[in-house]
């Protein structure tokens, strides 16, 4: 869940990884484009081999695992197995303890994830083991083409480290073989294997890494992992500051306890399932040069933990009955988290039961509280998910997940929950609710309605570490009438997905009498919907392209119902892919949203009142409301100009992009027109600003600029006359214009004194305009980057400009048969400024 755009946490990309498929003997993998720095010393000249108990002495401190870890004094031994020669290990390494006194902004909380790698040891000439970073960006394994011998040459995967063997074992009873290998150095250096990302570590400003200040904590090894734990010192350098040089100075020491987790990847890998744009699910792919006879693929598969009904249940399964899964999906409360909130964290976890019921599962997912008497278990043993509570002040939470790179299976997740989300929380339900809600007119609230916020953030996290993306279309498809029907939104809820970002329905009037059941988020329609999608098991599909005609006609079916679409939270053009919006109608849904902000409004100072305090409180709530209200704004702004876009296959009916309609592109201007050009005063009511300092001329301004900002872009203007060439009827860039100045500049025609408010914003839509003389569109400077066929200076011939231009002209115009006429001198002297303003655009020289 995106609370806050500060997380160093690894974003949800669509591309973020890629990885290969289930893997043939014979296949081939790509080069990482970069290998992983070790940063250790060289091994030490050795003169082979030594008997294995002249190296593992009767001394060491041995513990057998996926690695036997060997320590003899202050010496450190990997016994690797030759049965896990050439096996896939994916290491994840995490902060365990964060340094005291540091700019934690920046990130560097305990359980933060650092670095992720996958390794494979293998055996090198001169008695070596080598350590070889892998990458699954590219494959081919048809062994008879020639493409699968050139794409081999291509990929020698990179020798990150290599390592003398100390000693050659034999086990006595299994006679199993295996390499002795001296990793002390290893772990007392400074690598990006186990330790920081070299990302991670510029972000957090560390420099210098001090050995003589770092040490082994401990090594534990389990039966398919092994965990290193160190604490690691560097100098830690001053935050950068854009646009500055490094600050002077060397900085200082910063110490952390690190955790690395080797994992041996499944020997027999999960069928992966291909991604389908019309459910949203994280991937990870390849590029395969088999699948195209004529070129390659971009293969995507998408993200998900492996179901499987238990060998006894398959017969039950298939006959439509609910089973267990051999292994369940399980999130532990880490155990610093408050007591009181462990419960809603564990319900959050439990939701999604009912959605796993929708595949065929019973008992899917739980969440429990973490054990106090399993010596195995710890939080940064990534063998276990969890959901870890951080004492930071930011107000966010975030639900990443480990997968295996070569099928998009999720390993394990460990879920960020930071301290301060529950500010957030308190914010967005005062600011949505608090109109219909007395439970949330006070600046504290009750734990038991804290608890249930904390609950569905907990359930849209898990949702993340489920595989889900965010689907901001969800909220569109609810009408928004039916927001203030009691019995049915309480019964079907405010949207069809809780993995939208459509937090409360802010819709609701007090008449209404709507309840909380009414207000929150919920497991809808669509999580079902898309759980059953990717983890209903299709036993007869044999590989992932046999599952393809199935999972369609599936989806083909299921998208019958409206309520079921996904639409993507990256489509910057269509107005029904939207965060923090509600029903199918921008301009109704925000109208009511506007009348509860008013009467919150009128209230606020009662309901922020604090004894023996200051206004400050009063202050940033009132900060809430007006952000808010610019929330309404960009919803409905966004429908002109607006493309909607449908991802469909080729057996559905239906365009897949088409253009907002004309009547509600003029029903969104005409909504702009009345409750945001038309100064919104109501804002200011009950003292407020005199009570809080606050600028009331920026509040206003600062709405109307982000709003003409995107209608005069180039990027609109683009889309507008794109529509008028396939239809000629369309809401033209010309028309949408027109309408703007005549609300903008409807004092002219009759001469009516222009105040403070209405002039600063025909100041900031006549430099908007000037803008768009010198900026090129978007669609047209990516076009101008060249390219088979593409004019180099398209840029340079795109209408917008031109549209804007004459525009500047016909208003420049106007002013100047009008301005004489006024009598008011501040409205005579800010009419002749902007003549002069369009004159030097138009003409520079």
Known sequence: MRLTQSMFVAAFALFA?????????????????????????????????????????????TDKGLLITHQVD?????????????REILIVNRISKAAAAADLGRGGYAGDQIGENVIAFEKGPNNKIFVKAISHQEKSVDSTGGMYQSVRNSSLQPIASSFPVAAYAKDSVSGAKGSVIDVTDFLMGDNDILFFDARYKRALGLNAYQKDNSYIEKIRSYPSNTQIKTVKTYVRSAPAIPGLPPAPGGGSPTTYELSSSMILLPAKQMQPRHYDPRVGYFATGYTDFDANPQGIERVRMITRWKLEPKDEDIEKYKRGELVEPKKPIIFYIDPATPKKWVAYLKKGVDDWQVAFEAAGFKNAIFGKEAPTNDPE?????????????????????????????RTGEILESHINWYHNVMSLLRNWYFVQTAAVDPKARTLVFEDALMGELIRFVSSHEVGHTLGLRHNYGSSSTTPVEKLRDKSWVEANGHTPSIMDYARFNYVAQPEDNISQKGLFPRIGEYDKWAIEWGYRWIPEAKNPEAELPILNKWTIEKLKNKRNIFLTETDPDDPRAQNEDLGDNAMVASTYGIKNLQRIVTKLPEWTKEENKSYGTLAEMFGQVAQQYQRYMGHVAKNIGGVQTTPKMVEEAGVVVEYVSKAKQKEAMAFLQAQLFSTPKWMFENNIPALTGINKLSVVSSAQSNVLNRLLSNSTLDKLIRAQEDNAAAYSANEMLNDLKKGIFSELPTKKAIDVYRRNLQKIYTERLITNLGEPSPTAAAAGRGGFGAPANYSQISDASSVARMHLKSLAAEIRATAPLYTDLMSKAHLEDLVGRINQALDPK
């Open 17 to 61: 990884n890629v990885t290969e498929a289930q893997r043939p003997s014979g296949s081939t993998t790509g080069t990482t484009p970069t290998a992983p720095t070790t940063g250790a010393p060289a091994p030490k000249p050795s003169s082979g081999p030594k008997p294995y108990s002249e190296v593992i002495t009767s001394k060491a401190k």
């Open 74 to 86: 202050d010496k450190y031994y990997f016994e690797i197995p030759d049965e896990i020669l050439g």
């Open 377 to 405: 278990w710890s939080l940064e043993n990534a063998n276990y998910s969890a959901i870890v509570y951080k004492p930071s002040d930011i107000p966010n939470a975030s639900g990443p997940h480990v997968h295996d790179p």
